[in-house]
Nanobody
Framework: QVQLVESGGGLVQPGGSLRLSCAASGSIFRIDSMGWSRQAPGKQRELVAHITSADATNYADSVKGRFTISRDNAKNTVYLQMNSLKPGDTAVYYC??????????????WGQGTQVTVSS
């Protein structure tokens, strides 16, 4: 069984920073891509940032230049550094990862979500 556990959310003032972490655990053979998505009240979930196993990254236009995704393969962890936060970044942030439990078996896993609130 595989689990993703996020941490690092909270309340921050506009212009502030937060760093989210997401650690994968369980029967992991290899982790391919990892990413962060967010869902604000009344809106659809949207992809925020994505990183491949080769460390290629892509970002939503709304966060380019402000957010940075990275990963530590030794710790099976993905991070999201969020700077210059805006009220519009307020949402529940979810991490996800495509994880192989063997060469032939892989699946997409999601964390439980962590709340990020940007407000003065």
């Amino acid at each position: 069984q595989v689990q993703l556990v996020e941490s690092g959310g909270g309340l921050v003032q506009p212009g502030g920073s937060l760093r989210l972490s997401c650690a994968a655990s369980g029967s992991i053979f290899r982790i391919d891509s990892m990413g962060w998505s967010r869902q604000a009240p009344g809106k659809q979930r949207e992809l925020v940032a994505h990183i491949t196993s080769a460390d290629a990254t892509n970002y939503a236009d709304s966060v380019k230049g402000r957010f940075t995704i990275s990963r530590d393969n030794a710790k099976n962890t993905v991070y999201l550094q969020m700077n210059s936060l805006k009220p519009g970044d307020t949402a529940v942030y979810y991490c996800n990862a495509y994880i192989r439990t063997s060469w032939f078996r892989g699946d997409d896993y999601w964390g439980q979500g962590t709340q990020v609130t940007v407000s003065s």
